[in-house]
């Protein structure tokens, strides 16, 4: 059976595979890998019919450039068939519409064919979640699958699917591609339609594609962007990449500073030039715009998410059942509220400079892109929701996993993550970033270094 969505596609293009055929397939592994917690919302009959009706328009000469292609979609991705949840107790039923971008992949023939769990309205990093159960990492079930988009990583991880979406707001496609040894990639700000997900930022959220390859990554970024660029794999004597040691290489578990030293080395032998450098300071930016935006954003634009739904952000509060994320709720409800002059500094002040100092450290050494290690640790078990253990001292468990891809997303750079090895048995990412605007030079850029580095052996469920 093909493993990619560029080979499911080859085979059902060839005639070597029916999307029924491939239906089925996506059935049987969603119900072999039921106990994971991956997935939400799942109508096989209507998959079935779905498929049929791809079959009958590639038997017509009519297909599309996806058509049969089954991806499961992140919870907080408004479906106009398949519920739309948040992974919340309040939200019940179909969104209105289909959100933009998984408009354009259903317009080519792409079947929605599942809806996946996450952290609890997406506010989260391990996608424990209180309402609809946790995700459980396809690597060493009772660890977690990372967040918040845990059930679509883990779903791709396992199997079930090839190819699927997540959203991210500060590292939440990264973040589980990375546990979980799948590929995820956070487009710049902006490169997709807007609308259709449940919101935590403007500035800041957008859906991203899950694969277990940059040209499957690149297959529905594509349509989602409207580029029709090919993927043309860079050559890695061509490549000028950063290696920003401060922050993002300090404070490694050791087995996630092996194998990224290693993958260094690996870029180095096949003619990658390296750059020891950093950029000028962007972590006290960093620091003063993160939590701004975010949750000064999401107490605006999440009630009125609520009424297009029917329901009163009342309701929605009401039906919060994680602790963590209904702790940050309530905190943006009195005195405690992020007010409008930290949120106005971080958009007008704070955020600039990041970017200002992000494009010239580039411009200044000829960079590529940035290369470090996604996150700092690998997934830890289930239920290490407050603090997680690193290096032999317990860390804030968001802070710890989200603290090497924040600075991207505030950036609105484009980010991939990579798989890049094992430690302790436990899947180690690595992540390249871009400059703002270059999404598909920084694909280009991902694919050509993912030919150098060694594939992870088979996932163990």
Not at 125 to 144: C, D, E, K, L, Q
Not at 295 to 306: D, Q, S, T, V
Request: glycine content about 12%; hydrophobic content about 45%; proline content about 7%.
């Amino acid at each position: 059976m093909p493993q990619t969505a560029t080979e499911i596609l080859a085979a059902l293009d060839a005639g070597r595979l029916s999307a029924r055929d491939h239906a089925e397939a996506v059935i049987e592994q969603a119900t072999r890998h039921a106990g994971l917690g991956a997935v939400l919302a799942f109508a096989p009959e209507a998959l079935r019919a779905d498929a049929d009706a791809s079959d009958a328009r590639r038997k017509a000469g009519r297909a599309g450039r996806l058509d049969g292609l089954a991806l499961a979609i992140k919870d907080n991705i408004d479906t106009a068939v398949l519920a739309t949840t948040g992974g919340t107790g309040a939200l019940h039923g179909p969104a209105p519409s289909d959100a933009p971008p998984l408009a354009r992949l259903l317009a080519k023939g792409a079947l929605a064919a599942m809806k996946t769990n996450l952290h609890e309205l997406a506010f989260g990093v391990t996608s424990n979640n209180a309402v609809t159960g946790a995700v459980h990492n396809p690597w060493r079930h009772g660890h977690i699958a990372g967040g918040s988009s845990g059930g679509t990583a883990a779903a791709l991880a396992a199997g079930i699917v090839a190819a699927g979406l997540g959203t991210d707001t500060g590292g939440s496609v990264r973040i589980p591609a990375a546990l979980c040894g799948i590929a995820g990639f956070r487009p710049g700000t902006g490169r997709y339609p807007s609308g259709g997900v449940v919101p935590l930022s403007a500035t800041r959220d957008t859906i991203g594609p899950m694969a277990r390859c940059v040209a499957d990554l690149a297959l529905l970024d594509g349509v989602m962007a409207g580029d029709t660029s090919t993927l043309a794999p860079r050559d890695p004597g061509s490549l000028r990449l950063g290696v920003p040691r401060r922050i993002l290489w300090e404070g490694l578990e050791p087995g996630v500073a092996r194998q990224c030293e290693a993958a260094l080395e690996t870029l180095a032998r096949a003619g990658v030039t390296l750059i020891e450098a950093d950029p000028a300071d962007l972590w006290e930016d960093e620091a003063a715009a993160s939590f701004p935006i975010v949750l000064y954003e999401c107490m605006r634009e999440l009630p009125g998410y609520c009424a297009t739904r029917g329901i009163t952000f009342e309701a929605l509060m009401a039906s919060v059942g994680s602790a963590d994320v209904r702790g940050i709720l309530e905190s943006q409800r009195g005195k405690g509220a992020m007010p409008v002059t930290a949120w106005r500094a971080a958009l007008d002040r704070h955020r600039p400079t990041m970017q200002r100092n992000w494009i010239a450290w580039f411009t200044d050494h000829r960079l590529d892109g940035a290369i470090f290690p996604t996150t700092a640790l690998t997934a830890r078990p289930l239920g290490e929701d407050d603090t997680v253990a690193l290096n032999g001292e317990r860390h804030p468990t968001f802070g710890a996993y989200i603290r090497n891809t924040s600075h991207g997303s505030l950036i609105g750079a484009p980010g991939v993550s990579l798989p890049v090895g094992l430690a302790d048995g436990l899947p180690v990412g690595i992540e390249i970033d871009g400059l703002p605007g270059k999404d598909r030079a920084l694909l280009n850029i991902a694919a050509g270094v993912e030919a150098l580095l060694p594939p992870l052996p088979p996932c163990p469920v």
